[in-house]
Nanobody, 122 residues
């Protein structure tokens, strides 16, 4: 059974850092592109970043230079390192198995995790 389980969320002050993890199981992880999405209160879910099976990456303009996506195929895990966090980064962050990474749209997501809450506040 396919599972994506996020962890690492929490409360952090503006300017701080967090690293999110997503542990995947139930499929051959190294064959798939993976993405991170987020949904702030009252807003639609939006793409944050994507990493291909080969390690190529793509980012939303709002997080470029601050967030870094990576993957460890030996551990079946994808990460999102978030630095210089801002209050507007507050959201539930979701891991997803994705079709393509040329865009970070949600249209070709075929599996979602349950999310982890990130709150950026002083």
């Amino acid at each position: 059974q396919l599972q994506l389980v996020e962890s690492g969320g929490g409360l952090v002050q503006p300017g701080g850092s967090l690293r999110l993890s997503c542990a995947a199981s139930g499929f051959t992880f190294r064959y798939y592109n993976m993405g991170w999405f987020r949904q702030a209160p009252g807003k639609e879910r939006e793409g944050v970043s994507c990493i291909t099976r080969y390690g190529s990456t793509n980012y939303a303009d709002s997080v470029k230079g601050r967030f870094t996506i990576s993957r460890d195929n030996a551990k079946n895990t994808v990460y999102l390192q978030m630095n210089s966090l801002k209050p507007e980064d507050t959201a539930v962050y979701y891991c997803a198995r994705k079709g393509q990474c040329d865009t970070i749209a949600r249209s070709d997501v075929n599996s979602w995790g349950k999310g982890t809450l990130v709150t950026v506040s002083s």
